[in-house]
């Protein structure tokens, strides 16, 4: 479906952050940005199957430094055509003694697109996030999933251990669709360096057809260079079409 998006303020998810937007994901910064130390690089190639009539492509190069990244991607399909994208994000803390973190992005699309988010995180080992994303309502293919020009909560828990568990839910709060994401995320170590992630998706809401009744899942698995992820969604960006997508990637 074509649809204006914006760079969600899960700051994003995917996954989320779902799915692009690892660094994003309530509650993992830390281990994201342990892991971008040794290799700043992230490259991902991902393959989309939708309703088994078509797919789509895409490819994504990220890169890292302390809190902050910059990443550039493309995007084609058979029916949309090709998209180019780019993007900035990070994460601050302005008070020494304290766990809140300030968290700023900004996103540009070929054909115009221009999206914004902000969102605040607080708390440790039990943590809260609010966010808020807004774009200038261009076309643009939404990667990112969740309800577009939306707001978002999030409240979860993580440890030293790097194991880190949250519900986020993120729902539009300004074209009238009613359109929601509800996540329940686990995230946890299973040793030398890997992490398995699992993402449970619930979506309501008012699609292209009429009203939406879903539930997607994700399944992620992380080894220090290579990852993987496969995810099933139903009624896509609030269309019709069920998706599978597999990303494959590494970091160098």
């Not at 309703?51 to 492509?57: A, D, L, M, P």
């Not at 115009?112 to 902000?118: A, H, K, T, V």
């Amino acid at each position: 479906m074509l649809r204006p998006a914006c760079f969600v303020f899960v700051l994003l998810f995917a996954g989320a952050a779902f799915p692009h937007d690892e660094a994003r994901l309530p509650g993992d910064a830390a281990a994201v940005v342990a892991a971008a130390a040794d290799k700043p690089f992230k490259l991902t190639f991902g393959e989309y199957r939708y309703g088994g009539n078509f797919g789509g492509q895409d490819i994504n190069l990220r890169y890292r430094r302390g809190d902050s990244s910059a990443w550039v991607g493309a995007y084609r399909d058979r029916d949309f055509g090709n998209e180019a994208r780019a993007g900035v994000d990070t994460s601050w803390q302005p008070f020494a003694d304290s766990t809140l973190a300030l968290q700023p992005s900004l996103q540009w699309a070929s054909g115009g697109f221009w999206g914004g988010s902000f969102s605040v995180e607080l708390g440790e080992p039990w943590f809260v996030q609010v966010g808020i994303g807004r774009t200038n309502t261009r076309p643009y293919f939404n990667l990112n999933f969740d309800p577009n020009d939306a707001l978002s909560l999030a409240a979860g828990y993580r440890d030293d251990s790097g194991r880190t568990f949250y519900l986020m839910t993120i729902r539009d709060d300004r074209l009238g669709t009613h359109q929601q994401h509800t996540h329940a995320v686990a995230r946890w170590p299973v040793g030398d360096g890997e992490r398995a992630m699992i993402d449970v998706l619930r979506k309501t809401g008012i699609g292209d057809t009429g009203p939406v009744e879903g539930w997607g899942v994700t399944l992620d698995y992380d080894w220090p260079t290579w990852f993987a992820r496969l995810v099933r969604e139903p009624y896509q960006n609030f269309s019709a079409v069920t998706a599978t997508r597999l990303s494959l990637g590494l970091r160098f």
